[in-house]
């Protein structure tokens, strides 16, 4: 019979990812980046991929990623990241190629290049981060932005009849053949993280097995931007962002 040891407090050691560099990060207090960038570095590390990663970052409040996680970075123009992505990896098809985007780059500026990488089944895996804002830039309306939802550019509160309405693109991609894995997440709770941290896993495995495209969605906090605590923030994304933007896988050809 296995001999039981008894895990005590005491004997636990929590410490930061090693891929983490010690830098002080620039993020506003309460923002979900921080948390998100611990679980792409835990996933590497564990993965033993920390010299076979390639990440790239766009323009956005992810453009200083390089400055916290030690793997090789290429900074690409705002949203050309999937482009500068596909390069790299048909390049390289040993490394584990990632972006680590916002919505307002990836959904906005950057669709195009988004959908076509998708669609032709790029090998590569996505960290999508939506915060229902341009966070960098000053707090303006994104196309993830909710209906109602204040903003620098809708102080009133988003109007469909003046600014259209906010869409899906995680559901959106779901319909191309190049894609085998989607998945939506969030990290504003413990259980959640963990949860989140399975979903980056699967989407870097799935991209080192060649299965296609893959993509996780992290539904995000911006309190500086929606102007809360951060507190007030993990609520106000509970209670309005989660029933419009739903947790869960949207596609998964890996159960097949």
């Given at each position: 019979m296995a001999e039981v040891v008894e895990i005590k407090?005491?004997?636990?050691v929590f410490s930061k990812p090693k891929l983490i560099k010690d830098n002080v990060m620039h993020y506003c207090p309460g923002c979900s980046h921080g948390t998100i960038h611990k679980l792409v570095a835990e996933v590497i590390e564990e993965m033993g991929m920390a010299s076979k990663t390639i990440a790239v970052s766009p323009v956005g409040c992810s453009v200083f990623a390089y400055n916290y996680i030690d793997v090789d970075w290429i900074q690409a123009a705002h949203g050309r990241a999937l482009a500068v992505a596909t390069a790299a990896k048909r390049l390289?098809?040993?490394?584990?190629?990632?972006?680590?985007?916002?919505?307002g780059d990836m959904s906005a500026i950057g669709t195009a290049e988004t959908i076509h990488a998708a669609a032709r089944g790029e090998n590569v895996a996505v960290i999508y981060?939506?915060?229902?804002?341009?966070?960098?830039?000053?707090?303006?309306?994104?196309?993830t932005t909710l209906l109602g939802m204040k903003t620098a550019t809708t102080p009133y509160g988003r109007d469909p009849h003046l600014n259209g309405y906010p869409y899906k693109i995680?559901?959106?991609?779901?319909h191309l053949d190049g894609v085998s894995f989607i998945t939506r997440q969030s990290v504003h709770t413990p259980a959640n993280v963990r949860?989140?941290?399975?979903?980056?896993?699967?989407?870097?495995?799935?991209?080192?097995?060649g299965n296609g495209f893959s993509m996780v969605e992290v539904v995000a906090t911006c309190n500086s931007g929606w102007k809360l605590s951060p507190v007030a923030a993990n609520k106000w994304?509970?209670?309005?962002?989660?029933p419009?933007?739903?947790?869960?896988?949207?596609?998964?050809?890996?159960k097949k």
């Open positions: 407090p005491e004997n636990l390289n098809p040993g490394k584990l190629v990632i972006t680590y985007q916002g919505d981060v939506n915060n229902a804002i341009y966070g960098m830039t000053g707090g303006q309306m994104a196309p995680a559901e959106m991609m779901a949860k989140c941290k399975s979903a980056i896993r699967k989407a870097f495995e799935n991209s080192m097995a994304l509970a209670e309005n962002m989660l419009f933007y739903p947790l869960g896988d949207i596609k998964d050809l890996t």
